[in-house]
């Protein structure tokens, strides 16, 4: 039986956040999985960067939130240089990130933190979490 996934239909707010981050279209990917075999880091992920993309085409947030996967890409471009169809996964890894930190959960909260690890805490951590919460608009 052929699956026909209509985008439209399974787009999520959560997918089209993602998109409209990255500038790109999640469905463009035919699901070769050439990047999951390119990647370094795929032995130490929990899901595979082919499988990220499966499940925002499906439109299911929810599960990639569940994995550690985006947190362990390092963003080193080796998938987009494999990716027959242009897929630039490191952007895309990086979009769920940000949708998932604007959700609020794993949020470091500066108010909580004591005035040592301020002290410590890098810059650009704080100019990091800053640009995460910057509106789409
Ligand atoms: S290599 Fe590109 S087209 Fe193939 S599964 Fe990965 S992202 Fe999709
Ligand atoms: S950018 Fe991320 S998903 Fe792509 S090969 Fe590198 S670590 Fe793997």
Known sequence: MLLKLDPDK?????????????????????????????????PEMDMLPNQVIRYLQLGMFDKIMQSKTPWICASCLQC???CPKGVDLAKIMEAVRTVHLRKGEGVL???KCDED????????????GLRKFQSLS
Not at 35 to 40: E, G
Not at 117 to 128: D, E, G
């Open 10 to 42: 399974v787009r999520s707010e959560e997918i089209t956040d993602v998109e409209a981050i990255c500038a790109d279209s999640v469905f463009k990917c035919y699901q070769c999985g050439k990047c999951s075999a390119a990647c370094p880091a795929a």
């Open 109 to 111: 909260d500066m108010n």
């Open 80 to 82: 987009m240089t494999v």
């Open 117 to 128: 690890y301020k002290k410590r805490a890098p810059q650009i951590a704080l100019i990091s």
